[in-house]
């Protein structure tokens, strides 16, 4: 047998070797959701800035699962409010008619909601101006099994920014100004998804506030109302991958119609015996370069034995 014979074995069963198929498991995921009214983190300068006092606070902030494996969880609390801003005594950052906010999780679907009515939102400084008045806010992201997520946001009714009717838009975020007291921008209805997750807020303000002679110099910082998120529940399940690596280059063939041949192992301490030398230029027929001369010279051999031929009987004639 040839060497190239057990390399193109060798080479072969490294492919095969490297096309069996490897079983994963992905791990289980129970999905989640999450849901909060409300979401602040604001920095009020107390004194001419001389004291600095954090606001980081949530209303009805939920999340399935929950301790203990909870699955569903929910709030209804109405109002946030803040200690040590307002010279010591409590503070309410938001006051609403409906707030409610919703997390739950199933084996086949995750699923938020936030409902907020009647909501007014204060900061220190201003306690009888709201920086934002809603009629209405709604936020729901919803991750079922086999389905694409999705989310969705809405600011319904009438909406007042530092007591200036706003109309919001969707194009980008509005600017409000009012000299004296501040400016908010704010963004309307943000959603975002992926393949398994969804997320939402229903509005997100930017606010800067420096009301004149009112005891803060000022309030800084981001507010969110209505937010959810959501991540689609799976199962554990095998999942097979195949890698295969780049093949091998395989020696050619050897062509069918020619005979292959093997130098005879050596006998005897001598040499193998070469094998003769092929006959350059080989014609389809057989012949070799020298074939065309002797065809020439033939035919002209005819030529002159049948000039005599004809001359000697001629000659016998007469």
């Given amino acids: 047998m040839s060497k190239s014979v057990p390399s193109l074995l060798a080479a072969c069963s490294l492919v095969v070797l490297a096309a069996v198929p490897a079983a994963a498991t992905e791990k289980p995921d129970p999905g989640h959701a999450s849901a909060s009214v409300l979401r602040t983190t604001l920095d009020v300068g107390l004194l001419k800035k001389s004291v600095h006092v954090p606001l980081s606070t949530t209303l009805n902030a939920v999340r399935a699962p929950g301790e203990g494996g909870t699955h569903r969880a929910d709030q209804t609390a109405l109002t946030a409010e803040l200690d040590g801003v307002d010279r010591g005594r409590p503070f309410s950052v938001l006051r609403a008619d409906v707030a409610r906010a919703t997390a739950d999780v199933t084996e086949d679907a995750a699923r938020a909601d936030v409902e907020l009515a ?138 069918p119609t020619t005979e292959q041949v093997t130098a005879p192992e050596p006998q005897g301490g001598k040499e193998p015996a070469k094998p003769a030398a092929e006959t350059p230029d080989l014609a389809a027929t057989g012949g070799d370069s020298r074939t065309p001369y002797l065809l020439g010279g033939g035919l002209a051999l005819f030529v002159v034995g049948g000039g005599l031929l004809l001359a000697r009987r001629r000659r016998s004639a007469d």
């Fill in 118 to 255: 009647k909501a007014r939102l204060h900061v220190p400084g201003l306690p009888l101006l709201s920086v934002v008045e809603a009629e209405a806010v709604r936020a729901k992201a919803v991750c079922e099994a086999g389905s694409q997520p999705t989310a969705e946001a809405n600011v319904l009714g009438s909406v007042k920014v530092l007591g200036q009717r706003t109309r919001l838009t969707a194009g980008g975020p509005t600017h409000v100004k009012v000299p004296g007291v501040g400016e908010v921008k704010l963004e309307l209805s943000a959603t975002e998804t992926t393949s398994r997750t969804a997320a939402a807020s229903a509005l997100r303000l930017s606010i800067s506030v420096n009301p004149l002679d009112l005891g803060v110099a000022e309030v800084d910082g981001k507010v969110t109302l209505a937010e959810v998120s959501c991540r689609t529940p799976r199962k554990a399940k095998e999942v097979t991958t195949q890698t295969v690596p780049k093949t091998p280059e395989t020696p050619e063939a050897p062509d």
